[in-house]
């Protein structure tokens, strides 16, 4: 229904609807799921992965050439359905070169995570993921919110209940294989505002540093 009209598309699905990203992903898992891990790795040289979200997706290679390969003929694969590659999120990135604007290594965004070329203990290549400091800003904006407002609504003893069921939910997603600092940063963060917070409450400071380990010790 549009502005009063109730319509029936013959192909398509309407914007904003339900169902859109649904049937949008049954119809990139045979679109590009499969014809990668299929047609298309089988023919590679090197190790490959594919990691997709809705219509946003990371195809990672171990090899330049067989990166270059895939690029040149991933636009074909989405045209022979009618799709098209965004030309502004499609980009060849080379981890293993410098970074930009005097960067060390080179980085690139992807699902809230800052992806880059590292090493294992055992000296191997590995890529490595942190959250991306714009998602560790916004998350630590949010929770600054969330205590401000909330430090008077419940005891003590509550609002450090509810506080831990935030800090697991941040931990379930972002708690990944190196990125520990990143985790821990937004630990402490939280940890200061809510000794801030919990200060400002009215009466005498007795809210310290080390009761406020109960906001960890209980998550």
Do not use: C
Request: without cysteine.
């Amino acid at each position: 229904m549009e502005n009063g009209q109730v319509s029936y598309p013959e192909e398509g699905s309407p914007q904003g609807a339900s169902v859109s990203p649904l049937i949008s992903n049954i119809f990139l898992h045979y679109v590009l799921d499969d014809w990668f891990t299929e047609q298309i790795q089988p023919m590679l040289k090197g190790e490959s992965f594919i990691i997709r979200f809705a219509d946003d997706y990371l195809l990672g290679f171990m090899s330049r050439e067989d990166a270059l390969r895939v690029m040149e003929v991933l636009p074909k694969r989405m045209a022979k359905y009618g799709l098209t590659l965004h030309t502004g999120k499609t980009r060849l990135i080379d981890l293993s070169e410098p970074g930009q604007r005097g960067e060390e290594k080179q980085t690139f965004d992807f699902l809230g995570f800052t992806h880059y070329l590292g090493k294992s203990r055992k000296g191997k290549r590995v890529l490595m993921r942190k959250t991306s400091s714009k998602k560790l800003n916004a998350s630590l904006k949010r929770m600054h919110e969330w205590i401000k407002l909330n430090r008077h609504k419940h005891s003590i003893p509550v609002l450090i209940a509810k506080l831990n069921q935030k800090l697991r939910g941040h931990y379930g997603y972002y708690g990944i294989t190196f990125n520990a600092r990143r985790i821990s940063s937004y630990y402490q963060q939280t940890k200061r505002m809510l000794h801030k917070w919990l200060n400002r409450r009215g009466g005498k400071r007795i809210w310290t540093g080390s009761r406020s380990q109960s906001s960890r010790t209980n998550g």
